[in-house]
């Protein structure tokens, strides 16, 4: 059975189709800042921010952080967008329900790119199955 990682993963990389699959774990490569070329975005990084899962059921409900990062306020916003409709509400083989939880607009000081944190938790069967 994939991880609940991989199957977010999959998820983003097949529905959000402006981020040609640059999706990555915890932070962005090495080097990617407003002046990367423009292959480099807009991309997403990926955490697991909070995780409960229920001790009678084999049912958890993680919440992920998926950081939108762009160049520009427009570019961010607007992969944003995309990744709200892929996620919000989706449901799907061990899935019960994907829901948006929160999103803020920021500027990496490190990186001078506009940067979305967005939270969605995540109610899945632990066991797998459809």
Same mark, same amino acid.
């Given at each position: 059975m994939a991880t609940i990682e991989d199957t977010l993963v999959t998820l983003v990389q097949t529905g !959000? $189709? @402006?981020i040609n699959e640059r999706i990555y774990p915890y932070t $962005?490569?090495?080097g990617t800042s407003? /002046? @990367?070329g423009s292959s480099a975005l807009p991309a997403i990084v990926y955490q697991m921010v909070s995780d409960f899962e229920l /001790?009678? #059921?084999p049912v958890a409900f993680p919440v992920y952080q998926l950081t939108v990062y762009g160049r520009t306020t427009a570019e961010a916003k607007a992969? #944003? #967008?995309e990744l709200k409709y892929v996620l919000n509400r989706y449901k799907g083989g061990y899935i019960f329900q !994907? #829901?948006?939880r929160a999103a803020r607009d920021l500027r990496d000081p490190d990186t001078g790119l506009v940067a979305i944190p967005m939270d969605f938790r995540i109610a899945w069967n632990t066991e797998g199955g459809d």
């Open positions: !959000v $189709l @402006s $962005l490569p090495e407003l /002046n @990367s /001790n009678e #059921a992969t #944003a #967008a !994907v #829901a948006y």
